[in-house]
């Protein structure tokens, strides 16, 4: 963390790039190739509803006369409160640019993909269309929070006003609960808490007294782990992670054991950066992209995220040449994938910027307290070198300048 410490304490002036890590210059750069953009979108281009000025200028500046966008772009938000669509619809009338469906990944979007449970009775946490966005992703039996609820009128006590004056049952008989999928931070914490706990010591069974030595625990499937974002006051507000916590915590202290997550969703997960690869490529005509910008305001999701999609890139280059040397070895023949037609990027760098979570002028965590704000991620290995940007930038217009600056420069 020394480097990006000592950079971030002289990062107080006007200048629009802070600090930048040494870029490694690529040698051949076919035409087919081009670099791609992933923007987060709360504290990057939107602070609550409103658009932050740098924004349209940094748009403006990825976009032809046409006002269609001359790189393949993507929107990567942690937020799952919504449809895809209608987030698409959201961002478009915001910053005033035609943005499609296919350019946008919520937390979710990769659970379309998990088809093993989409047949599978699902327990549903958050707010917004949580049922609706559960069954547009394929999920084919869902059952709500609510509807859990008015089955077992006894379960939710928290609330005095709310505590139910009979004891009658819903005529709906709901199946076992198979899963859980939590969407995102819901409205009223105290009833998720005590209803999730009720499926998770009850092995599905809500009706039935706790057993905190289950051999199995029921699947938990997390979307969003951010502790933090940034909306319109002047400090970050709780995310959806600060409730995982407390799931955690109270699980915890119940069973003495820790929760497990069957699959984490969203930002900083390796899923959700091959996911957001992917459309980027489709954007260009399924052509290998040669850099991935990834512009964001958290440390914790933002820039660990992508310097662990870099990490993993690497490694999959690494893998394919030591596989190429191994067939040359073994028929005389070096037989290598045109670089356009290798299925990944070459690399991804993480851009920070200053317009949100992260403050240059606040003080930077130390290891320890690293270690804590990362507790969100505990299904992670905290790894220091992963929160370190390969810039810091002023906002994102100067994040898109970086970009076609590095992007002319490169040959």
């Not at 409160?81 to 961002?91: E, F, G, P, V």
């Not at 659970?111 to 989409?118: A, E």
């Amino acid at each position: 963390m020394s480097r990006f410490k000592s950079a971030a304490a002289a990062a107080g002036g006007a200048d629009s790039v802070m600090w930048s890590r040494g870029l490694v210059r690529r040698s051949v750069r076919h035409a087919s190739t081009q670099a791609g953009v992933l923007f987060d979108v709360d504290g990057v281009l939107l602070r609550g509803g409103s658009v932050i000025p740098a924004a349209q200028r940094a748009l403006g500046k990825l976009v032809d006369r046409n006002n269609r966008f001359r790189f393949p772009v993507v929107f990567v938000t942690n937020a799952g409160s919504c449809l895809r669509h209608h987030k698409a619809q959201q961002l478009s009338h915001l910053l005033g640019l035609q943005i499609t469906p296919e350019q946008v990944v919520l937390s979710h979007s990769p659970l379309h993909t998990m088809k093993t449970f989409h047949s599978k009775c699902v327990l549903v946490s958050g707010q917004g269309p949580v049922a609706q966005i559960a069954h547009t992703l394929g999920f084919q039996k869902v059952v709500t929070m609510e509807q859990l609820s008015e089955q077992h009128p006894l379960l939710d006590m928290v609330d005095h006003s709310r505590r139910p004056t009979s004891t009658a049952r819903s005529s709906q008989i709901l199946p076992q609960i198979q899963a859980i999928i939590l969407f995102g931070e819901p409205i009223r914490w105290e009833t998720n808490l005590q209803l999730l706990i009720d499926v998770l010591l009850t092995n599905g069974r809500p009706s039935c007294a706790y057993d905190t030595q289950l051999s199995a625990q029921v699947p938990v499937l997390a979307c969003n782990m951010d502790l933090l974002w940034m909306a319109d006051a002047p400090s970050p507000r709780f995310g959806h992670g600060m409730f995982l916590l407390c799931l955690e915590s109270v699980y915890k202290t119940l069973t003495g054991q820790n929760l497990e997550y069957t699959a984490v969703l969203g930002k900083p997960s390796l899923l959700t950066y091959q996911y957001a690869e992917q459309l980027l490529r489709q954007q260009n005509q399924n052509y290998r992209l040669s850099t991935i910008y990834a512009v964001g305001d958290n440390l914790m999701t933002d820039v660990y995220g992508a310097n662990l999609y870099n990490r993993h890139l690497a490694k999959h280059h690494t893998d394919m040449m030591s596989g190429a040397k191994l067939v040359a070895q073994g028929t005389g023949t070096q037989t290598m994938m045109p670089e356009e037609e290798q299925p990944f990027a070459a690399r991804c760098l993480s851009i920070l910027v200053c317009t949100g979570v992260y403050n240059p002028r606040s003080p930077l965590p130390g290891d320890q307290n690293l270690s804590e704000m990362f507790h969100g991620h505990k299904h992670m290995e905290l790894e220091p070198d992963l929160v370190e940007p390969s810039h810091v930038v002023e906002d994102v217009e100067a994040a898109v300048d970086l970009m076609l600056q590095q992007e002319r420069s490169t040959p």
